[in-house]
């Protein structure tokens, strides 16, 4: 499975191209930046973002779009650009016909640290492990995008749910298997960013 991350800004977007390979590993195939001019028009920097974002899905022609989902932050125009950036890209994923999840920042965390609160230097070490880099990949939105990519490869949605085996009447059924620290961590962080909702 081929996967597109994308960590969604108006300056900056990160891009990322990564795919499954056998034993659960993850292969880098691209990554880079989608840029637009400060002093545009936002409308024309929304179109350069949209028109980048374009050619990498013609380019890769993945399976699927991982976006960061967009939280609330102090800075509002931040926070609009980056809305507006995502919905250019869900757009131009929909054209294609393509699946598109919205990851936290959380669940990315935890799915490539085993923390859904590790830091920006953290996760691009991790990142860096996973797809068997040299040097970390950078800036951090490339790296984000790149963890994105990963994230969905490695949701847990994707495994199979253990069996549920009840121990006897009225009492609560118990797990046939246990989930690994990473599947516990990001099952916390998801049930967190959903009473943030």
């Known amino acids: 499975m081929r996967v597109l991350g994308v960590d969604p800004g108006l300056t900056r977007c990160g891009l990322g191209v990564v795919e499954s390979a056998p034993g659960r590993r993850v292969r880098l195939v691209e990554v880079g930046l989608a840029r637009s001019d400060v002093d545009a028009d936002p409308a024309e920097r929304l179109l350069t973002i949209g028109t980048e974002v374009e050619r990498w899905l013609d380019r890769h022609s993945p399976d699927g779009v991982a976006v960061e989902r967009v939280f609330a932050q102090h800075n509002v125009r931040t926070v609009m650009g980056t809305a507006q950036v995502s919905g250019v890209v869900m757009v131009a994923a929909a054209r294609r016909g393509l699946p598109v999840v919205l990851h936290t920042p959380s669940e990315v965390k935890a799915a490539v640290t085993g923390n859904g609160r590790a830091p920006k230097a953290q996760v691009q070490l991790m990142v860096a492990r996973i797809l068997g880099l040299d040097a970390l990949p950078s800036p951090a939105d490339a790296a984000d ?38 599947q516990r961590a990001w099952a916390l962080a998801e049930a967190a960013s959903r009473r943030g909702r």
């Open 145 to 182: 995008a790149l963890a994105l990519g990963i994230c969905h490869l490695w949701r847990p949605v994707a495994a199979p749910r253990p069996a549920r085996v009840p121990d006897a009447v009225g009492v609560p059924a118990r797990s046939t298997t246990s989930a690994t620290p990473a």
